[in-house]
């Protein structure tokens, strides 16, 4: 189940593609295991899709090579995997 303002992405291409096709520019991160993210928001909508690892956001899991978008001022939380995470992202309006 979806929380309100995210929404998982099926991964049916790869995430560069998927950013091609949408005017979205992506940008690498990866974190160790266990990382925390504090309640934030963002002001623009983002996508972000998971290489290898795993992380919740808002209790929803995402591993690779899933995706989720989170709208533009959904509060959210997020812990990375036991394994850690690399993910790939881009913010719309950020093109």
């Not at 998982?8 to 593609?17: F, G, K, L, Q, V």
């Not at 925390?36 to 591993?63: A, C, M, Q, Y």
Request: aromatic share 8%; with cysteine.
């Amino acid at each position: 189940m979806a929380e309100a303002g995210i929404e998982p992405i099926a991964a049916t291409e790869p995430p560069e593609r998927y950013f091609a096709s949408r005017g979205l520019r992506g940008s690498s991160w990866s974190v160790g295991p266990g990382t925390w993210f504090p309640e934030h928001r963002h002001e623009r909508t983002k996508h972000l899709f998971v290489t290898r690892g795993s992380i919740s956001f808002n209790g929803l899991d995402v591993s690779a090579p899933a995706g989720i978008r989170i709208g533009a001022g959904a509060a959210h939380a997020a812990l990375a995997g036991q394994a850690g995470v690399e993910c790939v992202e881009a913010f719309e309006g950020d093109g």
